[in-house]
């Protein structure tokens, strides 16, 4: 097949190009190839801001990261700073991704019948509650620090394609495919979490204002607008309102993707008249290669200066660890025995169980949204935050390499036809 064009730019959005070309790739593999992309550049600004922290470069990387840029949007949160425009700012263009691949994928993708989402939403339930039941079980003890049990409950979708991609055809498939709509229902799980758990105080005048805008963008989609200005001024306004009303902001992104009109195309590559297929592509290379990573290095530096084994063992880091790493395998592998033995579901077709186990422990690289999650659960909390830092990269860690080892080494297995 041919290559798909590039990106659209995200100028020419406003109205719909005539004659557009059909893209030959289908959604789903623009996004694996994007993310696999974007995952490698991830771990390279993780990589980074391992090495500014902890380097001559320390004061400059720290400071620069807390320069008030102004202007104060919310008094709780103060001047706006350079880590508060890329963690509540570029991050809501992230979840406005997000929610277009859930969106895409319910309505004309892999989540689009009840059998197929069987299995992506049992994995992802049972990787989630399991790496919270563990962190509870290590450091729910601590009063101070049970507000962190969502941490380790979300999987970095870009970091673990990332290292699905280094392992080339060693990874069917199948495989890649499962991991990727895994990771899209935990992303939902995680929206849903952050938007109930880590909202404290409402605005409930600033609430009802972003409750007009989004009803205005329901009734644009209804009454069959399909440019996407209009959207992307809805975004813009929403995103102000939901900041100013205690919930976080970034799920302005989710609700705004929801309401962007798709057409559907089953059994064929996306539709070129389609707003949402087409702000997707847009905005794919713009979140993969600049938003994600940018996010990566002003949230993954920790200084490691007085950091012991003795440090790795606290309860904060160790649940995080733990929760990562054994929790998302134990969930994930699980429940995937458990639904086929019961008849609820299939493992993929053209996978042993061996190269299952591999993915399960892929999805306990949580980097991404552990530490944007873990920001939440402590707020200006800078110690517990580096702690929850060190817990994030542990577990994360451990789980990309043991992923790697096991999928590199399990033998092949053929595909069976229609399995």
Do not use: C
């Not at 895409?104 to 993708?109: A, H, I, P, Q, T």
Request: avoid cysteine.
């Amino acid at each position: 097949m041919a290559d798909a064009p590039p990106p659209t730019p995200i100028a020419s959005l406003i109205a719909v190009p005539q004659g557009m070309a059909r893209r030959a790739r289908s959604a789903t593999r623009h996004f694996l190839a994007a993310e696999a992309s974007g995952g490698i550049v991830l771990i390279a600004a993780a990589v980074l801001a391992m090495i500014a922290a902890n380097s001559a470069l320390a004061h400059d990387y720290f400071h620069l990261l807390h320069l008030e840029t102004g202007p104060v949007l919310v008094p709780a949160l103060g001047p706006m700073t350079v880590h508060l425009w890329i963690n509540d700012g570029l991050m809501a263009i992230f979840f406005l991704l997000v929610g277009l691949e859930i969106k895409r994928e319910f309505v004309d993708g892999q989540l689009a019948s009840w059998k197929r989402r069987r299995l992506p939403f049992i994995a992802a339930a049972a990787g989630m509650i399991a790496p919270a039941l563990i962190y509870l079980a290590v450091a729910g003890g601590d009063p101070a620090v049970v507000r962190g049990w969502a941490i380790p409950a979300a999987t970095d979708i870009a970091f673990a394609i990332g290292v699905l991609a280094l392992l080339g055809s060693r990874a069917p498939p199948a495989l890649k495919l499962f991991l990727t709509t895994v990771a899209i229902v935990d992303d939902m799980g995680a929206v849903a979490i952050i938007a109930v758990a880590y909202t404290d105080h409402i605005n409930v005048l600033a609430l009802a204002g972003a409750g007009v805008v989004a009803g205005g963008l329901y009734a644009l989609n209804r009454y069959g607008v399909r440019r996407l200005w209009p959207y992307l001024a809805g975004f813009a306004v929403l995103w102000l309102l939901v900041l100013l009303s205690g919930v976080h902001a970034t799920i302005a992104g989710v609700v705004t993707a929801f309401l962007i009109p798709i057409t559907t195309s089953p059994g064929a590559p996306d539709s070129a008249e389609s707003p949402l297929h087409r702000l997707e592509h847009a905005l794919h290379p713009y979140v993969a290669f600049v938003i994600v990573p940018l996010f990566g290095f002003a949230n993954a530096g920790v200084s490691l200066a007085g950091t012991s084994l003795a440090s790795l063992a606290e309860p904060l880091v160790l649940g995080i660890t733990l929760g990562l790493f054994l929790g998302k395998q134990i969930g994930i592998l699980g429940s995937i025995a458990l639904a086929e033995r019961l008849g609820l579901a299939r493992r993929p077709g053209g996978a042993s169980w061996l190269q299952i186990y591999g993915v399960a422990l892929l999805a306990g690289i949580g980097f991404t949204m552990s530490l944007f999650i873990g920001g939440l659960a402590f707020p200006g909390e800078a110690a517990l935050i580096d702690k929850v830092k060190l817990g994030v990269l542990g577990g994360s860690i451990l789980s990309g390499l043991a992923g790697y080892l096991v999928l590199r080494f399990a033998p092949r297995r053929r595909a069976v036809p229609g399995v």
